[in-house]
Every structure is written in C-alpha cells, then in structure tokens.
C-alpha cells in the first residue's frame, strides 16, 4: 500500500469508503512536502483543492487589516483542511502555512464534490467539520471583543488541553509546541503580554513552562479562573495511527 493511499484511508472522513472509491482519489490526488514556516496556500491562490496534512502541523491564518497575523486553527496529521473549496470555487481568504516539515495530499475540489454527491456521510463529515471551526473562531472572537487578555489566554489554554492535552506527572502536558508569539497571535494581543500572563500563572502554581512546552499542573484550577468545566482529554483512539514504515508518497 503506497502511504499516500494510507493516508486517505486513515482519514476518518474517508472511511467509510470502499477500497476502489478510495484508490480512485489516490489515482487524482498529489502529495507534495512543505519545508517549515513555508506556505501551503495563499489568499489570492483559486479554492480548487482540498487538502490532508499526512505529516507534520499546520496552521490556518489570517492577515487583519493594519498587517497582523491571526492564527485561526492548528492541522494535526490525519485532518482535512481547505474545506471551504467545496461550497466556494473563488479565490481563498485565508492562507495555511506549514509550522513544521509537512507533507500534503492535495485532492481535487471535484473529487470531494462527487463524494459529496455519492456518499452523504462524506457531506454530512464535512458539514460538522465547518461548523467545529467555525463555532472556535467564533468564540474566539467574542473574547477579543469583550474578555481581558488574561480569560482569553485561559480559554485557549483549555481549548488546546481539549484537542492536544496529554495526562502527565505532573499534569496535562500539550503536545502541541507553541511559541509566545503564537499564542499571541490567537488571542489578538502581544507577546509581551502572553509572557506577562504565563509568569502569573505559574507563579500561581496553574501552569510550567519550559523551551516551548507548556504542562498545565492545576486544569480544574484553570477552569474554574473562567467559570468552565475542565475539558475532556483526547484519548489515544482519536490520534492517527503512525504511517507504515518503508513506503513512499508518490
């Protein structure tokens, strides 16, 4: 099995979906690999494709208007991106970037638009997927606009226990590696800020943070700080299984 092939198959998105119907979207996608902190799509590119991180993370972001980054979304290995080609052929409005070497499948935008059409739980996947992304940037936006720094930076630190949070010694560790800058760029404000902030909340015990590893010692403690349940940690059946070794992307 080609690990291009491998990777579709893993994707929960596709796996429903015969052995053919999945070796004809092999047959019309490609792979291509991203060094680090290049772009994978840029705002003026045409949303003719959807794509599937196979390795490596990345980043969806945005350029507000006097020059800023603000990063929307992090792509694990195994989630789809570009989503958005499906339901609009124009030119995209925001740009992905790879924050580590990373591979891409790239699959056409009317390979997904038959799928769509064949297989309603491959338009129903797509729909919630939308829909997740959309419900966080929109929580994030209703903190840039009415919550200090602080609850915003607290509300993230809880979204990515969520999604990236791994039980540890000493607590949850996320397996994500975020510099302060990023985290600034998600919470619209500085990375002096961001510094500021992480120092209070170490010094209060919640939080360690060494060489871009962040471990939250006190989660219940963190959420109670904005009023929220402590969130579910991911188990280890929701992370992509490695790919096989000694095969290729062609």
């Known amino acids: 099995m080609s690990e291009k092939l491998w990777h579709l198959k893993n994707c929960r998105l596709f796996e429903q979906l015969s052995p053919d119907e999945l070796r004809r979207i092999e047959i019309r996608s490609r792979a291509r690999a991203f060094p680090r902190n290049t772009p994978i799509y840029l705002p003026v590119d045409e949303a003719d494709s959807v794509f599937l991180l196979a390795s490596g993370r990345a980043r969806i972001c945005h350029v507000t208007p006097d020059g800023k980054q603000s990063i929307l979304a992090f792509i694990e290995p195994g989630e789809l991106f570009g989503e958005t080609a499906v339901f609009d052929a124009g030119k995209r409005e925001e740009y992905a970037e790879a924050v580590d070497a990373s591979t891409v499948v790239m699959i056409p935008r009317e390979v997904i638009e038959n799928l769509v059409r064949q297989h309603p739980e491959v338009s129903v996947g797509i729909v919630k997927l939308v829909g997740m992304r959309r419900r966080r940037i929109e929580r994030r936006l209703k903190n840039l606009?009415?919550?200090?720094?602080?609850?915003?930076?607290?509300?993230?630190?809880?979204?990515?226990?969520?999604?990236?949070?791994k039980s540890a010694s000493r607590g949850v560790q996320?397996?994500?590696?975020?510099?302060?800058?990023?985290?600034?760029?998600?919470?619209?404000?500085?990375?002096?800020?961001?510094?500021?902030?992480?120092?209070?909340?170490?010094?209060?015990?919640?939080?360690?943070?060494?060489?871009?590893?962040?471990?939250?010692?006190?989660?219940?403690?963190l959420a109670r700080g904005v009023h929220r349940e402590a969130p579910h940690l991911p188990s280890v059946a929701d992370s992509p299984s490695p790919a096989p070794r000694g095969s290729t992307i062609s």
């Open 145 to 165: 606009l009415f919550v200090p720094s602080r609850q915003r930076l607290t509300h993230l630190l809880l979204e990515l226990a969520e999604q990236y949070g």
């Open 174 to 221: 996320l397996g994500i590696s975020l510099s302060h800058q990023d985290l600034a760029n998600v919470i619209g404000t500085t990375r002096e800020t961001v510094t500021v902030l992480l120092g209070q909340m170490e010094a209060e015990g919640l939080v360690s943070v060494a060489r871009r590893k962040l471990v939250i010692n006190d989660l219940k403690g």
